[in-house]
């Protein structure tokens, strides 16, 4: 079952613009991860954020995550158009279970 | 080494026929994963291996059959597939449960006819 939804579903932006995606969640979590697909390949993992933190940065991305509300936001600064990909919230179970649950994902498309 | 092989890139297969996916890691990881991806949807899990036992099969139809024969390797038997099974197949890979990040391979699209 998925358990998170993000929004929007599709993004374009302008190379340089920031791009912020939301993934929302049902259920406990212990950590919540970001993943990026391009086009017909694999995931890359991007960020890990683990349920007492807030926020977490890494190079241009920026990761909030808010349990009351169970919702996180990616924050990709001064966007390339190497960015240019689908991304996906992903959030454990809840439990000691090996199970990743992913998001709907957000499509975004940088333009050079 | 923190790749994930996966071969073949691409199969087409008839409904009659059998073939076989294929999954390596030397990353020492002990939990491996396979999950199904249809297009503009996100992966979904299919079985999940630990310590080379099958820990969860997320009630995947029995044409879809795992094997695991060493901690390095992750088979995925296909027999007699349905056109609706065309998906692109993802193996993954994670040092243990408690450390869940993903690696993932390139995957294998499949098509079956």
């Known amino acids: 079952s998925q358990q998170g939804e993000e929004d929007p579903q599709a993004l374009s932006i302008q190379e340089g613009e920031n791009a912020t995606m939301n993934c929302s969640y049902k259920?406990?979590?212990?950590?919540l991860q970001w993943y990026r697909q391009n086009s017909g390949r694999g995931l890359v993992h991007l960020i890990l954020?683990?349920?007492?933190?807030r926020e977490k940065h890494s190079g241009r991305l920026r990761v909030t995550l808010d349990t009351s509300k169970k919702s996180s936001s990616l924050l990709i600064t001064a966007s390339r158009a190497a960015d240019t990909a689908s991304y996906f919230c992903?959030?454990?179970?809840?439990?000691?279970?090996?199970?990743?649950?992913f998001g709907s994902g957000t499509r975004l498309l940088v333009r050079p | 080494d923190t790749e994930v092989t996966q071969t073949p890139k691409h199969l087409v297969m008839g409904m009659t026929n059998k073939k076989s996916l294929k999954c390596e890691q030397h990353m020492g990881h002990r939990a491996m994963y396979w999950y199904k991806q249809k297009a503009k949807k996100p992966p979904e899990l299919m079985f999940v291996y630990s310590y080379e036992k099958l820990s969860i099969n997320e009630s995947v139809p029995s044409r879809f059959s795992p094997e695991c024969p060493n901690s390095s390797l992750l088979n995925l038997h296909l027999h007699a597939l349905q056109p609706e099974d065309s998906a692109l197949y993802l193996c993954?890979?994670?040092?243990?449960?408690?450390?869940?990040?993903?690696?993932f391979g390139a995957g294998t699209r499949l098509s079956v006819l």
């Open positions: 993954a890979s994670s040092l243990s449960a408690t450390r869940n990040i993903q690696y």
């Open positions: 259920t406990s979590i212990n950590n």
């Open positions: 954020i683990r349920s007492n933190e």
């Open positions: 992903a959030t454990d179970a809840g439990d000691s279970s090996y199970k990743l649950i």
